[in-house]
């Protein structure tokens, strides 16, 4: 709970910064920190030898590729395609395309689940970005033509919509972080060893500095200039969505240690990185492309404390 209150008060300073002084402007640096900070500490633990429990978890990679890369996909254009507006479509397109994320470690560990399978799946979802982001490069091409023509008024004189850049992530969140761990292990390893004991607060203190930064950008303020119409729209869709994700996430798993590292990288999306991705499109999608990423912290993170305490009561044999 308390990481909770404490990346909701980062988009509340955030926001309440940005509305103050019209927001600043992005910088891709912010990529890098996430990645140097957020991946790399993670990055520590991993071993290629790792990559053997595959052969013994086939079933749980499979149900994770295919639910979140098929099903929660289809799930997410045909609430966008109701919405009739295609920047919450583009919006919920990209949140279903980006499984876990910087906190479901934290989640899988806490609710008793196989951290080892849990962190392969998280190295096997990060390493989908480059198509991942390919894809969602193109879904103006071949979905634009199904929805009005978004409304780009109030995006004003931002600048940062020019479409996602697919190497750019790939590099700065897996290539540089993997050669930094490699190097760490071998050449440092007192921050190796420093990181390990505090790689709690570290992660903590990255997420909260992060989303505060993400939040107080103009981008961001693009919240207060929506109409409520497109503001009721864009919090019932992402609900929606959500909804149907957890309900999928719930009946699709089951249980035990392996399920429930399943069921967390189902059931939550990497809405820093998706926040981060967004800024970069706004320009292509509209005001309202930024709506559902942003209810998706104050969705995902007060859902996922809910269904935190569930999991715990049901490993010590508590009903639901």
Known sequence: MKQIALILTAVVLGLGFGYATGGLAFSS?????????????????????????????????????WINYLLLTAVALVIGYLSQDLGI?????????????????????????????????????????LPVTLVFSQFQSFA???????????????TAGKGVKPIAPFMILIVIPFLLSRIALKYFPAVVTFTGKHQQLI?????FGIVLYLFSLSTAQLLFQVDIVDLVKAVLATSAFYALVTAVAIFA????????????????????????????????????????????????????????????????????
């Open 144 to 158: 634009g033509g199904w929805f009005p023509a978004p409304d780009l008024t109030a995006v004003g004189d931002i």
């Open 253 to 320: 798993t089951d249980l035990t240690p392996s399920g429930k590292s399943v069921f967390w990288h189902i059931a939550t999306r990497y809405i820093t990185l998706a926040l981060i991705l967004a800024v970069f499109s706004v320009g292509t999608y509209g005001a309202t492309f930024i709506l559902p990423i942003m209810i998706a912290y104050f969705i995902q993170i007060g859902g996922a404390g809910f269904l935190a305490k569930r999991e715990r009561k049901v490993s010590k044999g508590q009903p639901a």
């Open 89 to 129: 479509a583009a919006a919920l397109f990209l949140l279903a395309l980006l499984p876990g994320g910087g906190m479901v470690m934290m989640w899988i560990k806490q609710s008793g689940a196989n951290v080892k399978l849990g962190f392969v799946i998280f190295m096997l979802n990060l390493l989908l970005l």
């Open 203 to 207: 992660s903590k203190a990255t997420m």
């Open 29 to 65: 640096a912010v990529c890098l920190v996430a990645g140097v900070f957020l991946v790399t500490p993670s990055l520590f633990k991993f071993n290629l030898s790792d990559v053997a429990i595959i052969k013994d978890n086939l079933p749980s990679l499979f149900k994770n590729l």
